[in-house]
């Protein structure tokens, strides 16, 4: 992946599959340090399913029998010395808590750390596939806070709006540049 | 700044809008975003159709819809268009050849055969 936005857009999609109707992208920056940290409360994985997930040649889908999503993400962070960290809990251990938590750590210094890239697209291209899921996206960066709750905004648009209609997601888009403008 | 009463605005636009795309949508494209996609750049791909189809006022007769991987990992940026029982394979995708899809094939109703997946090795 070009970007580190790519790889988080990749592994939420995976949140999604996981029947998520609450997803958390949260990501805060040093100058040093990022990490990036996706929580959904969707169906959750077993103990063995979270030690497979690392293995490329373990995946969900049926066209294909490698899974790159975590491996590449994985390989993201470590190549800087980082890493990451997956906690699970299934429907069926907690059914009033559950869902998974992926942590990424990167050095931002290291000479092999892949750029985070432009996040925007990356938060619109999940809120068009996906408008009735709820996202949390907050970005914390040394120059200040980059936030965008859909809760907020569907209270706005009511029921006949989708979140994923293309005026919307204009919206959201530059709503978030003016954030990242502002807060050079 | 960007207000929320900018938002409500948008709301009371799209009320009648909405009405009339009820059903309306006869073609629907189909984009690839599983890892080999995004990998290959399916996300400027996929905002493209997005934001060319509304530049043309097509959003009431094209949906634009992401799928997982459809098999083809090699051709990917891929987008399916499905128009009644037909469907078209469109690979090996940029921002560029949406935009001429979009003017040829969901605009214009012609195939743009040149990048579809039957020309996609010669």
């Keep these: 992946m070009k970007e580190l936005s790519l790889n988080v857009l990749d592994i939420t999609k995976n949140s999604v599959k996981a029947g998520a109707t609450l997803i958390e992208i949260l990501l805060s920056e040093t100058d040093e340090r990022l990490t990036i940290v996706i929580k959904d409360n969707g169906c959750g994985m077993t103990e063995e399913v979270v030690e497979q997930v690392s293995n490329p040649f373990y995946t969900t889908r049926t066209t294909r029998k490698v899974g790159m999503g975590i491996p590449l993400l994985t390989l993201a962070a470590e190549q800087t010395g980082g890493h990451v960290a997956i906690v699970s809990v299934t429907a069926a251990e907690s059914p009033e808590n559950h869902g998974t938590t992926v942590t990424a750590t990167f050095d931002k210094t290291h000479l092999d750390f892949t750029p985070l890239g432009d996040m925007i697209p990356t938060v619109t291209t999940l809120i068009q596939g996906s408008p009735d899921i709820d996202f949390v996206f907050r970005h914390e960066r040394p120059q200040g806070t980059v936030e965008l709750e859909t809760a907020a905004l569907r209270e706005v648009l009511g029921a006949e709006v989708s979140l994923g209609a293309f005026e919307v997601l204009q919206w959201i888009e530059e709503y978030l540049q003016e954030q990242y403008a502002s807060s050079v | ?122």
Excluded: W
């Design chain 2, 1 to 122: 700044m960007k207000s929320l009463a900018e938002l409500a605005a948008i709301r009371e636009k799209m009320k009648d809008k909405v009405i009339l795309r009820e059903g309306s949508a006869n073609k629907r494209v189909v984009v690839g975003m599983a890892t080999c996609g995004i990998a290959a750049g399916a996300r400027p791909v996929l905002n493209a159709f997005v934001s060319e189809i509304n530049a043309a006022g097509l959003s009431g007769e094209a949906s634009v819809t992401q799928t997982g991987c459809i098999g083809i990992c090699q051709y990917e940026p891929v987008a399916e268009v499905f128009e009644g029982d037909t469907k078209t394979t469109y690979v090996k995708l940029t921002p560029e050849k949406v935009a001429e899809i979009v003017e040829k094939h969901i605009k214009g109703g012609q195939v743009v055969q040149a990048y579809t997946i039957g020309n996609a090795d010669k």
